[in-house]
């Protein structure tokens, strides 16, 4: 193993994303680690609900099929994988990947899976009273609704599981820059109060963690920001020194672009304070980050520093939060703008004469007014798409506003069409801040 440097290569930077790029890093990217980035703030919720129907269940449902694309590549060329892809069920995730390498006929496989992450039992016990963050409430005004208290680990939780053999690495609640900051750690033997270096390696780690996003994708603007082939955008891998400096690229003739510009624009996501990135395993310090040019599709990224690491590790809990009740109508030609102001507005009296007035809702003509609500069409479109979409705390009141929308075919304007509709429920997510302590990760290693 190059003790001097390392290759690591994003495969996924959200649950639903795409395969076929992470099949081209692993066969071209010469990687040393591929990581698997699945986990947004309320999918780990939707993930325990599955799982109390279904115990077998509960992690990604893409898990399977990426390792029957990746793990042989992966073995072949020494590659390991880390994923936070086993979600709220991690072990039976491990058992799912030991079932795909048993049906590809790999043998020798073996999964470390990382737990520890759940404190949702401890948070009933001992953190009622903690109040949630972005909120003047404590964690009790939540408590009849609760579904998941997941605590975002950090890279300390990985380095057990790195030290073993396994060929894949699997958790669930992990910060995202961890993933990659683990290996760096690993491979390069930092120490875990190493504050400017952990600094530069969750740098690393939050170039990467988007996957398509520093490639071209969600950058892309027709005329403005140029990117080309993104139908065959490819994913990136960073070139990290032992020092954590590092080169964020691509595989050569994969689409999309590696720039300053698309650099720049992931470093400053979902970043408050670039010079308090609060993370589990360190209080990161972008402000003096530096992004060059490095050659074609090369930006080589330095200058991040570190201070000491939080006492407390964040704590996302999921929630039950009522139903919305969704319909749309289409209605085009000559005057559909008014058509469909006319429907919404029979929608909207009809609901509040059913007492359903007061809820939450919205009311809106999709290609006028549905991202900009004071929008008002300059120009007679040739069509719009009534949405009404209305938030209650019961089921059967969503299923009547979905209703109400479909029954425009006969009690409403002209020439309306194509109606869908749908009730679902909503899980939402917030926050809070437990003792370090309150987290115990612990490895199994299968196989």
Known sequence: MNKTSIRIGAGAGYAGDRIPPAVELARHGQLDYLVFECLAERTIALAQLERRQQP?????????ERMRAVLPICLAQGARIISNMGAANPL?????????????????????VVQGDDVLKRL????LDLPLIDSDAPLSSLQDRLISANAYLGADALLPALQTDAQVILCGRVADPALFLAPLMHHFGWAANDWPQLGQGILVGHLLECAGQITGGYFAD??????????????????VQADGSAVITKVNGSGGCVT??????????????PARYLQPDVVADFSQVRLTPDGADRVRATGANGQQRPDTLKVTVGYHDGYIGEGQMGYAGPGC?????????LVRQRLQDA????????????GVNSLLPQAQATTEPNEVRLRVAVRS?????????????????????????????????VVAAAAVLVPRGWAQPDVTLLG
Do not use: M, W
Request: charged share 20%.
């Open 92 to 112: 039976q995730a491990g058992h799912e990947v030991l079932r795909v390498a048993k049906e590809l006929g790999l043998q020798g496989v073996k999964v470390a």
């Open 337 to 345: 703008v008014a058509r469909g102001q006319l429907a919404l507005e």
């Open 393 to 425: 705390p019961a089921r059967q009141q969503a299923q009547l506003v979905a209703n109400e929308v479909e029954a425009l075919y006969t009690n409403g304007p002209a020439a309306g069409g194509g109606a869908t509709k749908s009730v679902r429920e």
């Open 260 to 273: 300053v510009a698309t650099c720049t624009e992931q470093l400053l996501y979902e970043i408050e304070n």
């Open 56 to 64: 077998d269940k509960g992690f990604d449902p893409l898990l399977a």
């Open 124 to 127: 009933l016990t001992d953190g």
């Open 222 to 239: 027709p005329g403005f920001k140029g990117v080309p082939n993104l139908a065959r955008l490819g994913f990136p891998l960073a070139e």
């Open 355 to 366: 007492g359903l007035g007061q809820l939450e809702a919205r009311y809106e003509l999709i």
